[in-house]
């Protein structure tokens, strides 16, 4: 797929999604007038408009319907949205290229780093699409040297800015987290991918906050969080498990049912003392000690 054309997708995506209905010689005056992509400067074919239609639909599965009298829209949005990776994967390529519409924005915008781990992505995604098992040399940060071995790519994650691989080695009754930054190569197999037929990628994640996993059970755990910010963890859930359970003007006790990992922990710590855990109490001791530990060097 040439790039130009992959770029007019996003941008009749982002037209039709500002306007909500809009008629094709609005849209033909905005390819015109306001698209840095017509270098030509000429018209937008109804041909070359409609196999656009239908090009979208095929790569972002968004159906774009007319109606006679409001104009052309996007019938199924409510599916992007409900749908993580593509509404991600959209809002990025939309970014892009707005950027590029706009060159002069370039340095109004600033990017958080995601550590070459987007180097090896494509080759990850790829041995997943053919169903095929990798050969990964890899090596984590405590390890004094790499090792090679042959695993089965079950899903990528990311989090804090670090994309990770959850994978079964062929030789390793259950799967594993790895970070993309510390893999060495990535080769792809012609062996099959075994991954269990129930397996769903969210849900395995669901009990956890981060990319730390083990087979504990989820635990309910009350978090008292002060009224300074409660605003932040409406507007951006800590866990997909929070529950409101009682509120007052100077605090907010949330609910979670989650495995309390070490990503849970630091997330806590990280909020210092505008979090309190409340229960249960072996999570309670955990984090009391943590903070005595911090304080500790302090002193």
């Not at 929070?242 to 990280?270: A, S, W």
């Amino acid at each position: 797929m040439a790039k130009n054309y992959f770029d007019r997708y996003i941008w009749l995506i982002n037209l039709i999604d500002r306007y909500g209905y809009i008629s094709f010689e609005e849209i033909d005056r905005a390819w015109i007038y306001n698209s840095r992509l017509n270098k030509e400067g000429g018209r937008l074919p109804e041909r070359t408009f409609f196999n656009h239609i239908k090009a979208i639909e095929e790569v972002f599965g968004l159906r774009i319907k007319c109606d006679r009298s409001l104009g052309y829209y996007i019938a199924n949005s409510e599916d992007m949205e409900d749908d993580g990776i593509r509404q991600w994967m959209l809002n990025f390529l939309s970014l892009n290229n707005m950027l590029n519409e706009s060159r002069g924005m370039r340095d109004k915008i600033l990017f958080e780093e995601i550590p070459s781990s987007q180097r090896w992505l494509t080759a990850l995604l790829g041995a997943i699409k053919d169903g095929k098992t990798i050969e990964m040399t890899y090596q984590g940060f405590n390890s004094d040297a790499p090792s090679t071995f042959e695993a089965h790519p079950w899903c990528l994650k990311l989090f804090r800015q670090r994309w990770y691989l959850l994978a079964r080695g062929v030789n390793m009754q259950d799967p594993w987290v790895y970070g993309l930054d510390r893999i060495r190569a990535v080769n792809e197999t012609k062996n099959p991918l075994k991954v269990p037929k129930k397996f769903k990628a969210d849900e395995f994640f669901s009990q956890f906050f981060g990319i730390f996993i083990n087979k504990d059970k989820p635990e309910t755990i009350h978090l008292k969080v002060d009224a300074s910010q409660v605003g932040y963890f409406e507007s951006l859930p800590l866990h997909g498990s929070q529950r409101m359970i009682e509120q007052t003007d100077g605090y907010t006790i949330y609910e979670y049912k989650l495995v309390p990992t070490f990503d849970f922990e630091q997330e806590i710590l990280r909020n210092g003392p505008n979090i309190e855990v409340l229960s249960p109490a072996s999570f309670r001791d955990t984090i009391h000690a943590d903070a005595k530990a911090m304080l500790a060097l302090y002193e």
